[in-house]
């Protein structure tokens, strides 16, 4: 019997010892240690039930449309057709032999394509480039569409945004942008686009999808994800941007949306610097008590993003961005963990929040007396979704968030609902409000999965993502969770923007 005890003894000394050190550690020792398993009232859930069965059960309770909704939406300016195809099984039609990855800012040739593509594929990473060279990228675009199983689809993220709002049937819709007949011919029947917005060519993007675990060579995906590449000028110069502003007078919007910079890049400074001055000048002209969205999306250039960052996010209401985006941002403009070069793993939630909160500090309104319109920033990462806003402007985020990963953890396995035999939790259970002292330890409850902290002015809503375990599409997630985060945000206060 003193044996038993001794020995009882020495593994509470050994686990106290370890959980001093690591704090992760007790769960990894008693999964082999037959231990009573006691659990608090509030704790403890059906045995029968898993995590996402509980987290899915709860986002249905919980998630709520706000008292008063948007009846109006334009959206601009990008709109393209997307051409779908796997990544490996293209570059391996067109002759090319895996390598080493590089990243390359503008696209020159079929060797700058594949080295870009797998940078990005080992690191399981979502990127868009430009391709410079026109006859070179459409012989590429005409072997994506011969690919066997190549697939055709809505693109550009303000033709997909506007495509995922249409599917509320009490939302009208306007779209701006290049509009081909192809895409025209796609586009859901509820979206109203101006005459001038048509065009008689499609602009095309290719997509390069890969899947979780796929191997071309020595590199590996380490999850699913794509990469975009185009030759596209009509969004490159965002010139439906001026026809977008001029019909909201008639169209009279209750929320506007914009996407599209990120296109600019590729065209060289000499055009963005110009064009973005001008796109200021024009999206300025915007009535002060209609809200706008700005939707990123992936970028090379900090010259380029730090001038998004002082003149374009002062003058909109609100944001959407990924964990690339959202670290390239605090790059360009020397923000909290500039120093990370990349996210390892899941990006870490305190150091998430310490650059959400930089950003609506120093180019958003948490100050009161602040110019800048900027109050809410939507993040989503492909293991939660993070809701960051300044108290007093937008309602309903505890549901606004649920309900976009929600439509995360649906859409990329192809359906309408969550199923759960087709999800994973991936989302950590425990975590920080702050990278750096004084911060707060925070926790997830399943059956309430929305976790909440304030940090000064600024509040923040928290909700895992349940993840695909076999995503059957990854573009347009992003656009859909923006979108869906919106239809459930409400306006707080009619005071201008």
């Not at 895996?98 to 594929?121: N, Q, W, Y």
């Not at 293991?383 to 108290?391: E, G, K, N, R």
Request: proline share 5%.
């Amino acid at each position: 019997m003193w044996r038993k005890a001794s020995v009882a003894a020495l593994l509470a000394l050994a686990v106290g010892y370890f959980y001093h050190g690591s704090p992760d550690l007790p769960a990894q020792i008693l999964q082999y240690v037959s231990l009573p398993n006691f659990q608090t009232s509030s704790e403890s859930l059906n045995s029968q039930d898993s995590l996402e069965q509980v987290i899915s059960a709860a986002w249905e309770a919980l998630i709520s449309l706000p008292t008063r909704q948007w009846s109006k939406v334009a959206v601009g300016v990008n709109a393209c057709v997307d051409v779908v195809v796997s990544g490996v099984g293209l570059l391996q039609a067109l002759a090319v032999d895996p390598g080493t990855g590089l990243d390359h800012e503008v696209l020159r040739s079929k060797e700058d394509l594949k080295e870009a593509f797998i940078h990005f594929m080992g690191r399981g990473a979502a990127a868009e480039r430009f391709f410079s060279d026109k006859e070179a990228f459409q012989r590429i675009a005409r072997a994506a569409a011969e690919y066997p199983g190549a697939k055709l689809y809505v693109g550009g993220n303000a033709a997909l945004i506007g495509q995922k709002l249409a599917t509320y049937p009490d939302l009208m819709v306007l779209l701006c942008g290049p509009v081909g007949p192809k895409l025209h011919e796609m586009l859901d029947e509820q979206i109203v686009v101006p005459p001038e917005s048509l065009q008689e060519m499609d602009e095309f993007h290719l997509i390069l999808e890969y899947k979780a675990g796929e191997q071309w060579g020595s590199t590996q995906a380490p999850q699913a994800n794509r990469f975009i590449f185009s030759h596209d000028v009509s969004n490159g110069e965002m010139s439906s941007l001026e026809t977008f502003v001029a019909s909201l007078e008639e169209f009279q919007p209750e929320l506007v949306v914009l996407s599209g910079l990120h296109m600019m890049e590729g065209q060289g400074r000499v055009l963005w610097e110009d064009r973005l001055k001008e796109a200021v000048s024009a999206i300025s002209d915007i009535r002060k008590d209609i809200p706008i969205h700005l939707e990123l999306a992936s970028m090379t250039d900090k010259d380029y993003m730090n001038s998004i960052m002082q003149e374009f996010m002062p003058i909109v209401s609100s944001i959407g961005l990924n964990e690339q985006e959202l670290l390239f941002l605090s790059q360009a403009g020397e923000g909290p963990h500039a120093e990370m070069t990349a996210w390892k793993g899941i990006p870490d939630v305190d150091r998430v929040s310490d650059i959400l909160l930089w950003v609506l500090e120093q180019h958003g309104r948490s100050d009161p007396s602040s110019e800048a319109d900027l109050t809410r920033i939507h993040f989503h990462t492909l293991a939660y979704h993070i809701l960051a806003t300044v108290d007093g402007y937008w309602g309903n985020q505890a549901a606004a968030v649920m309900a976009g990963a929600r439509v995360a953890s649906s859409q990329a396995c192809g359906l309408q609902t969550v199923d759960i035999s087709k999800v994973e939790l991936k989302a950590p259970l425990e975590f920080y409000s702050s990278h750096t002292e004084p911060r707060e330890q925070l926790s997830l409850n399943p059956t309430e999965p929305v976790t909440v902290w304030r940090r000064g002015n600024v509040t923040f809503h928290f909700t895992p993502v349940l993840v695909c375990k076999r995503p059957l599409r990854t573009v347009g997630l992003g656009d859909a969770i923006s979108a869906e985060g919106l239809v459930y945000s409400e306006l707080k206060t009619q005071q201008p923007f």
